[in-house]
């Protein structure tokens, strides 16, 4: 699955963009990184209105990747494109995406601001499918869901950067081969900053809110293991072997209804401490999902990745629990 990651556009594309929206009084303003990578912040200003958006750059071909709500972001989407046909058009407004092309077409609403253009003819510049950077050689998809699990690690545990790329495979559950294709990615993307006496992670907000909203559709299905009935008086001492999240890691926020349960195996001793079973209709209230991880040190044992909890939260259908998902997400990330 591709997810936000965008193709680079020449010069002559963005220039064709910008014109097209100045002949509507709206200004953009992208960032470098935008312009470089396809994937990054852009600003868009409507008289004295103006909104910072997360911003990708991708063919309109490519828009089915992108989340069926805009909310699953926790921040404004901006799809850049060169022409968006009116289904894709229809889809995008459906998800609360705001987007702009190269032929006059754009849709923008936010404060007082409501801006509803249908581009004409066809692109002078067509976007080329697929992901590229400014040199043309492609990249990595970062939030596939063996490449996610190294993500989730580095994230959540900025000082396992540094480590040996094997001890990173053992920390993310997975293969030698795709540490060093994420930590290529991150490297030629510029997220890798080795200048300090430590490396660490650059936009670690940015990263964040990709790898979450790629959650749902992604790693999570290879984690699912199942969705059952537990007893709420019995969470507090489940098994040692499970680490309860979700809800469960925000109860200073919010009365958990639900929680999440992240453990290698559905086991005797998990089975008895939860009182688990077979939840009749309407009744689930806990997720049982395959804990990929290993904890970097002994005092992390009991730790889930932050950006794993982050985006449970942020994949629930209710209200409250998305609000608290932010609260969790500024501790985490500022």
Same mark, same amino acid.
């Given at each position: 699955?591709?997810f936000?990651?965008?193709?680079?556009?020449?010069?002559?594309?963005w220039?064709?963009?910008?014109?097209?929206?100045t002949?509507?009084q709206v200004r953009?303003?992208?960032?470098p990184?935008?312009q470089d990578t396809?994937?990054g912040q852009?600003?868009?200003?409507?008289r004295?209105h103006s909104?910072?958006?997360?911003?990708?750059?991708?063919?309109a071909?490519?828009?089915?990747h992108l989340?069926?709500s805009?909310?699953a972001?926790g921040?404004?989407?901006?799809?850049i494109?060169?022409?968006?046909?009116?289904k894709t058009?229809?889809?995008?407004r459906?998800?609360?995406?705001?987007?702009?092309d190269?032929?006059?077409?754009?849709?923008?609403? !936010?404060d007082e601001?409501?801006v509803?253009?249908?581009?004409?003819?066809?692109?002078r510049t067509?976007?080329k499918s697929?992901?590229?950077?400014?040199?043309?050689a492609?990249?990595?998809?970062?939030?596939?869901?063996?490449r996610a699990?190294?993500l989730a690690?580095l994230?959540?545990?900025?000082?396992?950067?540094?480590?040996p790329?094997r001890?990173?495979?053992?920390v993310?559950?997975?293969?030698?081969?795709?540490v060093?294709d994420?930590?290529s990615?991150?490297?030629s993307?510029?997220?890798?900053d080795?200048?300090a006496?430590t490396?660490?992670?650059?936009?670690?907000h940015?990263?964040a809110l990709?790898?979450?909203?790629? !959650?749902?559709?992604?790693?999570r299905?290879?984690?699912?293991?199942?969705?059952f009935?537990?007893?709420?008086?019995?969470?507090?001492?489940?098994?040692?072997?499970?680490?309860l999240?979700g809800?469960?890691?925000?109860?200073?926020l919010?009365?958990?209804?639900r929680?999440?349960v992240?453990?290698?195996?559905i086991?005797g001793?998990l089975?008895s401490?939860?009182?688990?079973?077979?939840?009749?209709?309407?009744?689930?209230?806990?997720i049982?999902?395959?804990?990929?991880?290993?904890?970097?040190?002994?005092d992390q044992?009991?730790?889930?990745?932050?950006?794993?909890t982050?985006?449970?939260?942020?994949s629930?259908?209710?209200?409250?629990?998305?609000t608290a998902?932010?609260d !969790? !997400?500024?501790?985490h990330?500022g």
């Amino acid at each position: 699955m591709t997810f936000l990651n965008g193709v680079h556009a020449s010069p002559e594309f963005w220039g064709e963009v910008t014109a097209q929206l100045t002949d509507w009084q709206v200004r953009i303003e992208a960032s470098p990184q935008l312009q470089d990578t396809g994937h990054g912040q852009a600003r868009l200003a409507v008289r004295q209105h103006s909104r910072v958006y997360d911003a990708v750059v991708m063919p309109a071909a490519q828009a089915k990747h992108l989340p069926t709500s805009g909310a699953a972001l926790g921040t404004p989407l901006l799809l850049i494109s060169d022409k968006i046909t009116t289904k894709t058009g229809s889809m995008l407004r459906r998800a609360g995406i705001d987007y702009v092309d190269s032929c006059g077409g754009a849709s923008i609403a !936010f404060d007082e601001v409501v801006v509803a253009l249908s581009g004409t003819g066809t692109p002078r510049t067509p976007l080329k499918s697929g992901r590229t950077g400014a040199s043309g050689a492609p990249t990595t998809n970062l939030y596939s869901a063996g490449r996610a699990q190294v993500l989730a690690v580095l994230l959540s545990w900025p000082e396992v950067l540094d480590k040996p790329v094997r001890q990173i495979a053992q920390v993310a559950g997975t293969s030698v081969g795709l540490v060093h294709d994420v930590l290529s990615a991150l490297e030629s993307l510029g997220y890798i900053d080795r200048l300090a006496r430590t490396s660490h992670l650059t936009d670690i907000h940015g990263l964040a809110l990709n790898w979450a909203a790629a !959650f749902p559709g992604g790693l999570r299905r290879k984690m699912e293991i199942g969705v059952f009935y537990s007893d709420p008086h019995r969470w507090p001492v489940a098994s040692s072997d499970a680490l309860l999240g979700g809800e469960w890691a925000v109860r200073d926020l919010l009365q958990p209804a639900r929680v999440t349960v992240y453990t290698p195996q559905i086991d005797g001793p998990l089975l008895s401490g939860l009182r688990l079973r077979t939840a009749e209709q309407g009744e689930a209230n806990t997720i049982v999902l395959r804990r990929f991880w290993q904890s970097p040190t002994p005092d992390q044992r009991h730790s889930i990745p932050w950006v794993v909890t982050y985006a449970e939260l942020m994949s629930s259908q209710d209200a409250r629990v998305r609000t608290a998902g932010h609260d !969790f !997400f500024r501790l985490h990330a500022g």
